[in-house]
């Protein structure tokens, strides 16, 4: 092994490992007990210098990057520029920056290797099962009666829940899911989803059991796609299980938070408030449809967030900010949608881990009515993972036209 790989090899392990430790206190331990000062600042550095050592020198490897530092980039000119509240809008142009370095830092790791973005979602899937099991174990009760971990917001751990399930998705459906690694994501999704029903967030509970129940189906249809007895069996004992566990756990559910939240339809007032926001973010999207208010805007008037990430960006970036940051989701999406249907050439695996990450990236589409997102520094890290994908897949692409898999036209279309 040359001196040259051998240093690469190292590096790689340390950004792992900064990484984890990174993700642990991000998700749990900040949450579980408290802040430790300089923890954020020291990884973040660490990470990006680390990051930086084994950057590569050709621009186009970085290409699923372009859109979201593209749109970083202008709508941080504008709201410098344009905004309303100028302290506040630099804060939030900060924090975005800062949040960058995680996503680079998982990126650069990655490196375009299927196995690297598996070790990642493994730290993941412990970082948050760990904020499930904290927040089953000594979960604080809200004014709503929702039980969270510490003072983490229900939709914030809504989300986490939500990228737990779909790394669980995408290990278990990895041909090197051991037996006892089976057990383990199955053990970790059951305690996300009794913590995501604790946490009372209807919008939360319904994305979860739709990533749960669409990412068991493309696991059994892509597993047994020649057999289509056993997917009918599969299928229908799936449809039996669902039924006979609501009909124990009926009289359970009901006495629950979130069935009462179900059940008052938003009379407790969040839908309310969530819309009044809404309207004063779009009030600023009219005063200014072009550049928006500034990043924070919504906050600044009224101490609040819209509680939607397509209200903030219109209210906040703008037609031209909303613009690219949509594009660039819709993108992820048609390439994970264009990749999850690739029987052909891809490997079982990989179409599985597409067909995951198609169903995360449509869950941001769907939650983003709720959630605003782009001040939250683990929705970096998703794009983090999207963006990791997206570069593995581009590179079997071009690995299976080089062998004459696939045509030129199908991969340049993908």
Known sequence: MSSTNKQHKIGSATLYILLSFFFIYAFWYQNAYSEIRLAFPVLGVLILILSC?????????????????????ISS?????????????????????????????????????????????????????????????????????????????????????AVAVVSNVVLFGSGKATLWKKSIIITS????????????????????????MAGIISYIHIKYKKKP???????????????????????????????????????????????????LAFDYFLDSP???????????????????????????????????????LLRCAKCFYCNASALSYLPEDLIITSRGFLLLVISVLI???AVVYIYDMYFYIILGLVFSMQ???KEERERNYSKGNISMMTSKSR
């Open 367 to 369: 939650s983003g009515y």
């Open 189 to 212: 999704t059951l305690l996300c989803a009794k913590a995501q029903i604790d946490s009372a967030s209807r919008r939360g509970f319904l994305i979860l059991a739709f990533l749960l």
């Open 77 to 161: 000119m504008n709201s410098l520029l344009f905004g309303k509240f100028p302290s506040l809008t630099t804060k939030y142009v900060f924090n975005i920056i800062e949040y960058l370095i995680p996503m680079f830092g998982i990126y650069v790791y990655v490196d375009g290797k299927i196995d690297k973005l598996r070790k990642i979602l493994w730290i993941l899937s412990v970082a948050i099962t760990l904020v499930a099991l904290w927040s089953l174990i000594d979960g604080k009760i809200t004014s709503t009666g929702a039980i969270a971990l510490g003072d983490l917001n229900v939709n914030v751990e809504s989300s986490y829940f």
């Open 290 to 328: 072009i550049v928006g208010a500034g990043f924070g805007a919504i906050e600044g008037r009224i101490g609040v967030y819209s509680h939607s990430m397509y209200f903030e960006l219109l209210g906040c970036t703008g037609i031209i900010g909303f613009g690219i940051f949509i594009t660039m």
């Open 53 to 73: 050592m084994n950057l590569h020198k050709s621009f186009n490897y970085y290409n699923p990057l372009w859109l979201i530092i593209f749109f970083i980039i």
């Open 229 to 279: 007895l056993v997917r009918g069996l599969f299928f229908i004992s799936m449809v039996l299980t669902v039924t006979v566990a609501i009909y124990l756990l009926a009289d359970v559910f009901l006495t629950t938070t979130l069935f009462q939240r179900f059940l008052s339809g938003g009379e407790e007032g969040g839908d309310t408030g969530r819309k009044i926001l809404m309207g």
């Open 391 to 393: 570069r593995i897949l």
